[in-house]
């Protein structure tokens, strides 16, 4: 589980007022609001405990009652949430993205398991990138004795990834696809799983598959994971051009990818479904919103978020909580706060006391704004007697007031990847301005509906968009982007599919 919930018998230090720091002394909890959130009869405040970070991933709430923070440039890094003081404990030795440091655990019985868990990827001596799960003894503000845990060939993108304690005897890693379509299916494959390994490396007693890590399998690209105080496993998981989902994980299932995507709604899905007897997701989202770090609240402190999924989110901009039944097994309902005032949102953690802590990663790869000098930072969301600012309420999901219909899709559904006016990621994502493949109407249609899976960075099909919204977006493209005056007609769409 995220290892705060193990944690709680430290709350009685912070209640003191004892701070384990060293450094400056300053209180920054009396630091001006960035924002107020007003819930039912609760006033939240959010403020900045730390800045200038460098793609923070991973945030633990540590044993030492620090924060520990991994920075996907290779820092293990530590942060005092009262002063915002940083120390540098370690730096992993990894080269320039797309290698870094991802998910991290840190064992909550530090006297007898003085251990730090991180997933990273690297390239080695063989000119080959692998996904690396290495286990540190923590010694002071250090890491020494690094032991290689599991370690297995790693793609350029969808590495996913986080890692969880379960059952306080071993660990779940939650594996990204690496972009192969068939590995999530291939139970020899670590790629698109839910792997779970003993503190020390091995296969523990109890996984489904005889001699294998797989615990859980069918998974596109999951960033989210969690275990809560009752065992359940939620996972977040990325999906193509549709159906970002959230997960409730059971030992030995299939979860359906690439066949199925989100809830099983066509003749291929539903035959796979029945045959291979696959779990659907608790929710699904289309238009993506691309969800990131996941956290389970069960504090008191914020009584609306009590028994809540809070999960972070990149495309999305903000945090959306999802209030639980009491089996787990249903979201009741959903509402979205911050979105797009800090910008992307990696990942979150809730202090014993009930402090949400959220960090975002602005200065990552694929940027959906112009970062801030302060990016990247973490910050707080705490309860407070009385509003500074003028409170936030929770988002309704409108779309966006004034847009064209063309616009909106253009943003929903490829402005992540090829931002604002086409001007795309170089070397990655290509621009759409003067682009060729534009110009020639043909071209365009065959390349919307049936995608491209050239090279490591592929493009999904918006065949499941009707002809009228094919037509939206390629009149918005064409026109406002390109400027040409060339239109393509509903007949040309129908024909091209």
């Excluded at 030492?64 to 002063?83: A, L, M």
């Excluded at 799983?193 to 020390?200: G, S």
């Excluded at 199925?260 to 066509?266: P, R, S, T, V, Y």
Aim: glycine letters at 8%; aromatic letters at 10%; proline letters at 5%.
């Amino acid at each position: 589980m995220k290892t705060h919930l193990l944690w709680r018998v430290f709350a009685i230090i912070l209640s003191s007022g004892i701070c384990a720091c060293n450094g400056s002394q300053k209180e920054r909890f009396n630091q001006p609001v960035e924002e107020n959130i007003q819930l039912d009869s609760t006033i939240l405040a959010v403020s900045i405990v730390a800045d200038s970070l460098v793609v923070p991933w991973e945030l633990v709430w540590g044993p030492d009652n620090w924060i520990w923070v991994s920075e996907e440039r290779g820092h293990i890094t530590k942060i005092n949430p009262r002063t915002g003081d940083k120390k540098i404990v370690f730096r992993l030795p990894i080269g320039n993205r797309p290698e870094g440091a991802q998910a991290m655990l840190v064992h909550p019985d530090q006297e007898n398991f003085p251990y730090l868990y991180v997933h990273y990827k690297k390239i080695k001596e063989d000119s080959v990138r692998y996904n690396i799960l290495e286990r540190y003894t923590i010694e002071g503000d250090t890491l020494i004795n690094p032991k290689v845990l599991l370690e297995f060939k790693a793609g350029r993108s969808h590495s996913g990834s986080r890692l969880a304690f379960y059952q306080n005897n071993s660990i779940l890693w939650a594996t990204g696809d690496q972009a192969k379509y068939d590995a999530p299916q291939d139970l020899a494959s670590p790629d698109g799983k839910v792997l779970r390994l003993d503190l020390n490396g091995n296969i523990p007693r109890g996984n489904p598959f005889p001699n294998s890590y797989v615990y859980a399998y069918g998974f596109r690209n999951m960033q989210g994971m969690v275990v809560t105080p009752k065992g359940r496993i939620y996972t977040s998981e990325h999906g193509d051009a549709t159906e970002d989902e959230i997960n409730l994980i059971q030992i030995g299932r299939n979860y359906g990818f690439p066949i199925i995507e989100g809830k099983a709604d066509n003749e291929i899905e539903i035959a796979f479904k029945n045959k291979h007897a696959t779990v659907e997701p608790l929710i699904s989202w289309t238009p993506t919103i691309a969800p990131a770090g996941m956290d389970y609240y069960d504090s008191d402190n914020i009584p609306e978020w009590k028994n809540s999924l809070l999960l972070t989110m990149l495309k999305g901009q903000g945090l959306r909580v999802l209030k639980l039944n009491d089996k787990g097994d249903t979201i009741v309902k959903e509402e979205m706060y911050l979105e797009k005032v800090f910008g992307r949102i990696r990942d979150i953690c809730v202090s014993p006391e009930g402090d949400i802590y959220i960090c975002t990663t602005n200065h990552d790869w694929n940027p959906m704004t112009s970062p801030s000098k302060r990016d990247d930072r973490i910050l707080r969301i705490s309860k407070v007697k009385k509003a500074v600012k003028n409170p936030l309420q929770a988002n309704d999901l409108s779309q966006n007031v004034g847009a064209t219909a063309g616009e909106v899709l253009y943003q929903q559904f490829c402005f992540s990847c090829h931002k604002g006016k086409g001007v795309g990621l170089k070397n990655i994502y290509p621009s759409l301005k003067n682009s060729q493949v534009i110009l020639d109407k043909k071209g365009f249609l065959n390349l919307l509906l049936n995608g491209s899976k050239k090279g490591e960075y592929t493009m999904p099909n918006f065949r499941f968009l009707t002809d009228q919204q094919i037509l939206e977006i390629v009149t918005y493209v064409r026109s406002s982007i390109n400027n040409i005056n060339d239109e393509i007609t509903i007949q040309e769409i129908a024909k091209s599919r």
